[in-house]
């Protein structure tokens, strides 16, 4: 019988290794269909999920609501799994190498329950070949198993969005691929369970990776020419936004847009990708390029508030600077990788104090994190203001709550995404 055919009968069991903001809405997702095993190393989000709880924030009560699934830390309860889902993080380090520490801990926690028959999917962003040359020697070396032959294995990169509504699991084609034609194409039947908007499937393993990571990558390059040509264009004297939207009037002008790129997608996969480069003896220019520019941009708009500061009279030794934002993204609470503390620590180097208000992002996770305490509210008597994160809260403030709470009425709004553009006109205004 087929995987996936004692999978839709519940003969057998999938499990999702890693239930993060990709892993948990798939592993929902498939618990509406079969039976499911979600597994994570962290107690605590376990128990938050076993009472209907998302602890990144993303999912509704509700998701939880008619799914057949079994929330466990602990690894004896993936012995009888058939079908494993691994979707744990794949960040990168302080030197900006790839760190694949939670994918091959991921791997040899399944390697230390596979049988013969069982299929291993990842859906981790990696570089081209890191699941053949990396991960399955993993599961081969503590299952004492061989790939191919015991069991099968394959490649299907996550596509979600976070905070986004639209696009999702269910609307989002999913790539699939497979160690070979068979278990591609029992692979692809599985998710086209959950996938309302059908699967491609990729050639090869090593496509599929190398699609995901360039997908990424792509989009970083071209938001760092954006934000190169804001750069210019600030020297120019003229608003960024206002060139792009009149430049938008040509039917094939690209519509990106500049601001900061961190998080755990764009801003950390294009180092895959040139890492891989870098090892088959070539060094990417463009991607590297791209990755300083955007890198840099936190460190660009910190000295920016400075001048603005330094421009209004004030002693910048003795400026307090409002931060609105401290995620990565607008409308999430995750904090990794967020740029926003590049512009919190140019500020500080300057000796101006800093207060941070995010109604989304988690105090004690934030000092944790970063060492940066934020405030529940503004406190006022500000040099300057920046909107760093465009959360949907920030958007009814208008200019007289601006100068509520800047010094004397007076000071600066940096408006880093131009979410205020053409509504400040007595205050000084400044955006990329």
Not at 14 to 26: D, K, M, Q, R
Not at 193 to 211: M, P, Q
Not at 365 to 391: F, Q, R, T
Request: charged residues 25%; contains cysteine; aromatic residues 10%.
């Amino acid at each position: 019988m087929k995987i996936y055919d004692s999978l839709l009968r519940k003969e057998e069991k999938l499990a999702v290794i890693g239930l993060g903001y990709v892993g948990l809405p798939i592993a929902l997702e498939f618990a509406r269909k079969i039976r499911v095993v979600g597994f994570d190393i962290n107690q605590k989000r376990i128990q938050l999920m076993r009472e209907g709880k998302d602890p990144s924030n993303e999912l509704d009560t509700d998701k939880f609501k008619g799914t057949d699934i079994f929330f466990t830390h602990d690894l004896e309860d993936l012995r009888d799994v058939k079908f494993f889902v691994i979707a744990v993080p794949t960040p990168i380090n302080s030197s900006n190498l790839p760190d694949l520490g939670p994918v091959l801990k991921a791997s040899e926690t399944v390697g230390k329950v596979l049988k013969k028959g069982d299929y291993v999917v990842y859906e981790s962003t990696v570089y081209p070949g890191c699941t053949e040359d990396d991960c399955v020697p993993v599961l081969e070396n503590l299952s004492g198993l061989k790939g191919y032959t015991d069991f099968k294995f394959g490649y299907s990169p996550e596509r979600i969005n976070p905070g986004d509504k639209e696009h999702t699991i269910r609307t989002i084609t999913k790539a699939v691929a497979g160690c070979d034609q068979e278990s591609l194409e029992e692979i692809a039947r599985v998710y086209e369970l959950v996938v309302d908007a059908g699967v491609h499937k990729a050639s090869s393993i090593k496509v599929a990776e190398a699609s995901k990571v360039i997908e990424n990558t792509q989009r970083d390059v071209n938001i760092a020419l954006i934000n190169e040509l804001s750069i210019i264009l600030n020297r120019v004297g003229i608003n960024t936004y206002d060139v792009l939207e009149c430049a938008r009037t040509k039917w094939n002008f690209l519509p990106f847009y500049p601001g900061l790129v961190g998080g755990h997608c764009i801003g950390v996969d294009p180092y895959y990708l040139t890492y891989k480069a870098k090892k088959l003896g070539y060094h990417a220019k463009v991607i590297n390029s791209g990755r300083y520019v955007n890198d840099s941009m936190g460190f660009y708009v910190g000295k920016q508030t400075v001048k603005r500061i330094i421009e209004l009279g004030r002693n910048i030794l003795e400026s307090k600077v409002l931060v609105y934002g401290a995620t990565f993204k607008e409308n999430v609470s995750d904090i990794r990788n967020s740029k926003v503390i590049d512009i919190i620590k140019e500020l500080e180097s300057f000796s101006v104090n800093v207060d941070i208000v995010d109604p989304h992002a988690d105090s004690e996770e934030m000092y944790e994190e970063y060492g940066i305490e934020l405030k529940p509210s503004p406190v006022g008597s500000y040099d300057a203001i920046i909107i760093a994160v465009n959360h949907k809260e920030f958007n009814t403030f208008d200019e007289a709550h601006f100068k509520s709470l800047l010094k004397d009425g007076h000071g600066a709004v940096v408006d880093i995404k131009g979410m205020y553009r053409n509504r400040i006109s007595e205050l000084l205004y400044w955006s990329l």
